[in-house]
């Protein structure tokens, strides 16, 4: 049984929250079993969600009521849902009334998720799966980025994983003789050609906060010149945004905006315009999350069709220490499991759930999470498929830029990143900048 007994300083924490639990209404934090109440007897297996994603939801009621109904049928799901822009203050509530549901997502913000862990609130998924017989049920590269996620814990479910890299058209590199790029220096001498030929080499946005996918790319140049571990350095303060190692990559970044490898006006471009210019033919390569399957499987908006669609992970940067191998992704809002509540009905939940939610997801709603696909999904798109197969496959994985960062850093860098991709703003001032957000 992995129920924790609460430590000395989960005592010291949900004192704390209880006082701010208090001051909003809320009931003294206690021991609820003590209800003389018969309903509040009940053994239910308690799932907070959130409005915008009805997808974990409507996959838990499908495993309760499928394969599991029969293991399940003494602990029904009870569902709730809180609004994303104050979950993370409900959670902080639940918590300090020690009344956190069973099934929870772990939170926006991961230092909030890691403080809930360290107080003794969260289970330990790694030891729980192996429990149940399923340490095998998240894919590796899902696990890594989770332990890279939550300072080398693993407490949280990957109920989505997408992976990052670089989407082609296959028919324009084919029409002017390029191969599939390697390298980055590979990669920017493709840029050039396609340039000279009146091509727009990549598809980019660059409007407000959409400049991510700028800040990505210079994110991954620093993992496959530095490795995996260089922006937990940054984080640590071990190391620095403005290091010259690490300069070197917005440079890098710099100088294909400098060159017009992003288009004429990157930051008058936002996501859907981006996607578009893609799906239309009108750029060569989009540095894009797998969540685009969506776009790139729907004939209405894919007009150069999915069969000319290519994936090219991230290239290796000569000489550096990372490797193509680590695919760039992300766990979307991973699950968790309440300690107070993990009893015999929410280990039942567990297993079933590890068993079923991969296949269910992928088969109901099209959706890849890092769950193992015990019962493979038929009649599956293509790039569907190649990026399940690369899922399953990778060793492991990388965060993005920002991961680590503080919430006014990581809206720094990506409303500049749209000037990186101009050329109006360099690497070491894009830099200087966020670097002083991080302190």
């Known amino acids: 049984m992995i129920i924790k007994t609460a430590p000395k300083r989960r005592q010291t924490v949900l004192a704390g929250l209880c006082v701010l639990g208090l001051a909003v209404g809320l ?213 620095k945004l403005t290091d010259p190692e690490y300069l070197a990559s917005a440079e890098a970044v710099a100088a294909w905006g400098q060159a017009g490898y992003f288009g004429p006006a990157p930051t008058a471009v936002d996501y859907a315009t981006a996607m578009n210019t893609f799906l239309t033919g009108q750029a060569a390569f989009y540095y894009m999350g797998s969540w685009a399957l969506a776009s790139f499987n729907d004939p209405t908006q894919n007009q150069i069709g999915d069969d000319n669609i290519g994936f090219l992970p991230f290239p290796n940067v000569t000489g550096g220490k990372g490797s193509a191998a680590e695919v760039p992704a992300n766990a979307g809002m991973p699950l968790a499991l309440s300690s107070a509540s993990y009893d015999a009905g929410a280990k039942a939940w567990l297993g079933c759930l590890a068993q079923n939610y991969g296949t269910l997801a992928l088969r109901d709603k099209g959706q890849i999470t890092g769950f193992r696909v015990f019962d493979p999904v038929a009649d599956l798109p293509a790039l569907t498929t190649e990026v399940q197969d690369i899922i399953a496959n990778a060793p492991s994985s990388v965060l993005w830029f920002e991961a680590l960062f503080s919430a006014q850093a990581t809206t720094t860098a990506q409303t500049n990143g749209g000037l990186l991709a101009e050329g109006s703003l360099s690497g070491a001032d894009f830099m200087s900048i966020v670097q002083a957000d991080l302190g």
């Open 27 to 239: 009931s003294a934090c206690g021991d609820s079993s003590s209800s003389d109440d018969p309903a509040s007897n009940q053994v239910e297996f308690s799932f907070l969600g959130m409005p915008e994603n009805t997808t974990v939801e409507a996959v838990l009621q499908t495993i309760a009521a499928g394969s599991c109904a029969t293991d399940l049928a003494d602990y029904p799901l009870k569902t709730s849902s809180q609004p994303q822009a104050s979950y993370d203050q409900q959670l902080q509530l639940l918590a300090g009334n020690d009344a956190l549901p069973s099934l929870i997502f772990a939170a926006n913000t991961p230092s909030l998720a890691i403080e809930l862990h360290d107080g003794g609130y969260l289970v330990d998924i790694d030891q729980a799966l192996t429990e149940v017989g399923l340490a095998d049920a998240i894919l590796p590269a899902a696990e890594s980025v989770l332990r890279s996620l939550y300072g080398g814990d693993l407490f949280t479910l990957p109920a989505e994983f997408n992976i990052e890299g670089i989407w082609y058209n296959k028919a324009i590199l084919a029409q002017h003789g390029i191969a599939q790029p390697t390298t980055w220096d590979e990669l920017t001498a493709a840029n050039q050609k396609l340039a000279d030929a009146g091509v727009q080499p990549f598809a980019v946005a660059g409007s407000g906060g959409d400049g991510w996918n700028v800040t990505r790319l210079v994110g991954n140049h620093i993992f496959r010149s530095l490795g995996a571990d260089a922006m937990r350095q940054v984080a640590d303060g071990k190391a």
